[in-house]
């Protein structure tokens, strides 16, 4: 692999309108020429082979600036062609990408690059995720630059997180892990040059507890559908948080639902589809309720249209009119999984029907069920 050639130059012949000419990083390997603009344009007699005159008749106001900021935009292109180098990457394209950059300032404006170098790769719950502990960073700290960022930073921000917006273990670590794997991207790109969290110990994480409504809880959800008196939205909304109830399928699956993912097979009627979040195959039944809200047309087509929501918002209103504990849309799924295994299904088959890719994960239900056993017990 060739070591490239960096140095500024100007072209005497490409003339502005006004007599100026602009700098260019010039980028020379295996006699191949590529050239960035520096955007500062100087009379061509104001250049002096590398770099602008400082003193003479032709000298340039601002030369000692200028000059300053040209050797730290070297130093800065030199650092990202040692990158390239370790990582074995080296091409002009990959040295561009990151050398301009150099305007991105901010977590908001890495975050926005790491979403569109991403592409299709990254899910519109994956980007709330990240912005949402962008947004916990700027909020604490207004303008905050990523070169600001040091050991004592974190810590201050861990704390504020922790004592003065009373945040849990787990979602302070979540924002956590969002600003290292940006930083991470960063390092990569070349806009930074250490990043502060490989000296930093990351919050613990706690044993999340996984709630579930009770089958008598989840009639009273049903009996508030059947009511059909709830806006048009929160009905909607309502319909698809039991239909994740009687089918264990996350609110992100529901809506990617296709018709071409439901099969007849022997007669009744079974979702074969893969989870968004983990590519793995799941396979459920639609029982009698769900085939009410479902009709089968063994087609393609989208079940569900998408509509931009907040479906947990939507969810907190519905929970507190049936007077029960505020829960997120994703305790549905927890629900139809504890439900299964309170009714003796056994644990391999939950975890097909949830799409477990390891049987670890369905066991923690497992637990829930050995509480279910002793509560019924007591009434003996």
Known sequence: MFIPSLSFVILPKKINKNGTTTIYLQYINNRKTNRLSCNIRIMPSQWSEHFIKEKGKNAHSQAKELNSLLRREMERAEKIV?????????????????????????????LNVYIKTKEKKITDSTIRLYSYGVQKLESYSKNCQILEIDIKFLQDLERHLKVNLELSQNTIRSIFVTLTLLMNFGLKRGIINTNPFMGYKLPASKKAIRPSISLENLEKLESLYNKNELSRANQRILKLYLIGCHTGISHVDILNLDYSDIHLIDNTYMIQAKRQKTKVKYSVVLNDYVLKMITPILSAGQVFKRVTTLPNAQLKAMFLKADMKVMTFHSSRHTFATLCLNKGIPIVVVQEMMGHSSILMTQHYAKINKDYIIQEMKKW
């Open 82 to 110: 040692l990158n390239l180098l370790k990582e074995r990457t080296l091409s002009f394209q990959k040295f561009k990408d990151r050398f301009l950059s150099r305007d991105m300032t901010s977590m908001s404006d890495l």
